[in-house]
């Protein structure tokens, strides 16, 4: 019987629906939909005891400048405790694309200091084209959590930082957008927001690490990220506003890739500090 367990520490960023499915009655196990601007209504549909993770209004600086900029700890944490979540917690996230806004969750768990967390590969499509129950939102209160929050500032980079990191040798910068907005030959989806690319960047458009809605292999991972890497020891990773970045960054992670930065701001913030 699962509800008597409780899952220990995940062996991977990445668990698959089968895993999730099997160990759902754990009582450590959180599970959270990451959707992006999801509207939460009594239709809402979730994987059964999702709780939402609001990144646009709860898990982002809404007074910031740009879109999905990092919170502060003491935001974090607080939110964080409120959906429940301990210091002896799994977490799993989830999103309504597949793999896309859950990833930037993953990775905001990461830089706050929480390691036991992984991606859901393949999301909700996944979990219903495998036939998994599904049902609707209700209104609820969970109890208050103990995770405390810990800043690991290594893991994001700003303008600053990234006008630094696109200039070092042992740094590469890889733009996580599609190649023809890395191009320039296509506008930006934000209304205003000039073309361009960071200078000394290369490309990997995040769909490209993809089979369906899931995560390729980790060798065809491999074979897409060893030939981008030369020499660099770091990578940043880039995208519009910060979110498939962190795609980026957790198919680097199932490589064994180390030292990873998300620039947070990314081409939103680039393109509108610069000429």
């Known amino acids: 019987m699962y509800n008597q367990l409780e899952v220990k520490n995940l062996n991977s960023d990445l668990v698959s629906v089968e895993w999730l499915h099997k160990n759902s009655a754990a ?14 209504s009594a239709v809402s549909t979730r994987i059964p005891n999702a709780r939402f993770f609001d990144i646009k ?4 600086d809404v007074s910031a400048p740009f879109p999905s900029t990092l919170p502060s700890k003491e935001q974090f944490q607080t939110e964080a405790q409120l ?4 210091s002896d917690s799994v977490i799993v996230v989830y999103d309504d694309k597949g793999i896309y806004s859950s990833a930037r969750v993953w990775w905001l768990f990461k830089v706050f200091g929480f390691k036991n967390v992984a ?4 999301g909700l499509p996944q979990w ?11 209104d609820e209160v969970y109890p208050l959590g103990d ?39 296509v506008d930006e ?18 769909t490209v690490l993809f089979n369906g809605y899931k995560m390729k292999s980790i060798d065809e991972l491999q074979t897409i990220f060893d030939p981008l890497v030369e020499h660099e020891t770091q990578i940043v990773f880039s ?23 998300v620039y947070d701001g990314s081409w939103t913030e680039y393109g509108s500090l610069t000429p």
């Open 27 to 40: 009582t450590n196990l959180i599970v959270l939909d990451a959707t992006i601007n999801k509207v939460i």
């Open 57 to 60: 209004q709860k898990f982002s």
């Open 83 to 86: 959906l429940g979540i301990n």
């Open 119 to 122: 991606v859901l590969d393949g």
């Open 128 to 138: 219903q084209q495998e036939n998994f129950q599904v049902e609707n939102y209700t």
């Open 147 to 185: 995770f405390v929050a810990e800043f690991h500032a290594h893991l994001m980079t700003d303008f600053n930082g990234v006008n630094e990191f696109r200039n070092e040798e042992d740094t590469l910068v890889v733009d996580a957008r599609s190649e023809d907005r890395f191009l320039c030959k």
């Open 189 to 206: 989806p934000k209304e205003g927001l000039r073309r361009g690319t960071i200078p000394n960047s290369k490309n990997l458009p995040y």
């Open 239 to 261: 995208c519009g506003s910060g979110i498939t970045a962190c795609i980026l960054a957790l198919g680097a992670t199932l490589c064994n890739y180390n030292n990873l930065i």
